[in-house]
């Protein structure tokens, strides 16, 4: 009796609660489109943020009626009154922010980079700063390359309060946008949550230092051969995990400027190659690996998130290349699959 008194309690004020309104910066992006994906698909189709015209990857995710469901903003991070005006006509309450420029356009032009990557982020926050008593939270991607190489670390699970060592541009751009977070948080008191994926796989990723294997299964899938273009550890993040945390994220409503490194399947570029094969066998001999190991440690600890998050969703890599070529397959049948990215 108690039990259903507290629950009609707790409806009652479930109900009082406005639904979050969400501003997905990048949602045309991997990361992005996912996420939208997720949120449409819990009743609650968000504004989408992007520079791109182009929707390739947001069409292969959703369905025509879904895609009509959300709004669309066609906006520039690095242009404060872009999303400014985004977060004032949608009455936006919540911001996932993903728009960046990935590793090699960083390493191609390190000033855009800078623009699109540090200035963007700033700017997310400084429109919130104006804002702050109607935007609740912000989740922005930071990334696992803010680490060192594993050797830097030594033989141990490397926790988020272990000493950043970038080395790239794009890391140290993360690692920037760590630091502005946590100013926002001591000097305007604005909470948000960073999180550090590594290499997120699944349809969508067809660009970025890390999307080798994503490129590897579609190659597979249509009997090309494709070489990934590092060898060594790594990190393999299924993309509708990763959408799942940013969301759950969002929703925590935690204060503070906290920083999660994520977790998937840790393992070597050579082993995934086997499970790829073991999986699809017309990948046999098509796919293989050349190349350094990426210096970014991929060992990470993820129980901060797991003890603020409670279940972290974490599908297992052979369930997540299924899934991937499954859909591939599917888009092929179609004659929707975008396979340019395998030319690159
Ligand atoms: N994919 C990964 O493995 C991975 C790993 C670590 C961190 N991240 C981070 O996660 C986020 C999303 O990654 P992703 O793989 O989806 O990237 P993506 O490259 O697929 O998508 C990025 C999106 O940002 C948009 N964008 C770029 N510049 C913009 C601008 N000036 N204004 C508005 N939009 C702009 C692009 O049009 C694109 O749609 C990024 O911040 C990335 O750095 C990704």
Request: with cysteine.
């Given at each position: ?15 009082a ?5 969400f501003?997905v ?14 949120l ?10 992007d ?30 009154t ?5 977060v ?10 993903l728009?960046a ?5 960083c390493?191609a032009?390190?000033?855009m ?7 963007g ?11 702050r ?50 100013v ?38 249509l ?14 993040q299924?993309v ?7 969301v ?20 070597q570029t ?5 499970t790829?094969?073991?999986?699809l ?18 060992d ?20 997540g290349i299924r899934e991937?070529?499954?859909?591939f397959?599917?888009l092929?049948?179609e ?10």
């Amino acid at each position: 009796m108690q039990f259903g008194m507290v629950n009609s309690a707790s409806s009652a004020f479930e109900a009082a609660r406005p639904t979050p309104r969400f501003l997905v910066t990048g949602a045309k992006g991997c990361i992005g489109a996912w996420v939208v994906r997720n949120l449409v698909r819990r009743g609650n189709p968000p504004v989408i943020f992007d520079v791109d015209d182009s929707n390739h990857r947001l069409r292969a995710l959703l369905s025509p009626e879904e895609l009509q469901s959300v709004s669309f903003v066609r906006g520039d991070v690095t242009r404060l009154t872009d999303l400014e005006s985004a977060v004032d006509g949608h009455g936006i309450t919540h911001i996932v922010h993903l728009a960046a420029l990935q590793v090699p356009a960083c390493a191609a032009q390190p000033i855009m980079g800078a623009m699109v990557n540090v200035i963007g982020t700033l700017n997310v926050f400084e429109a919130v700063r104006r804002r702050r008593d109607l935007v609740k939270q912000i989740v922005y991607a930071s990334s696992a390359a803010v680490y060192g190489p594993e050797e830097f670390y030594g033989a141990r699970r490397v926790g988020e309060d272990a000493p950043p060592y970038p080395g790239t541009h794009y890391g140290v751009f993360k690692q920037c946008n760590e630091g502005n977070a946590r100013v926002y948080f001591a000097t305007e008191g604005i909470s948000s949550i960073g999180l550090r994926p590594w290499a997120v796989y699944g349809v969508g990723r067809d660009q970025g230092l890390t999307s080798g294997p994503t490129k590897a299964i579609k190659a597979a899938v249509l009997g090309r051969p494709y070489t990934i273009r590092f060898t060594g550890g790594l990190d393999l993040q299924y993309v509708r995990d990763t959408a799942e945390i940013f969301v759950r994220c969002a929703e925590l409503g935690l204060e503070g400027a906290r920083v999660y490194s994520l977790r998937g399947t840790v393992t070597q570029t050579s082993q995934f190659i086997e499970t790829l094969t073991r999986l699809l066998p017309q990948a046999r001999g098509l796919v293989r690996a050349e190349g350094q190991p990426l210096p970014i440690a991929y060992d990470l600890d993820d129980s901060a998130l797991v003890r603020d998050l409670g279940e972290v969703p974490r599908t297992p890599l052979e369930d997540g290349i299924r899934e991937t070529a499954d859909l591939f397959t599917r888009l092929h049948r179609e004659g929707r699959l975008d396979t340019r990215d395998l030319d690159t």
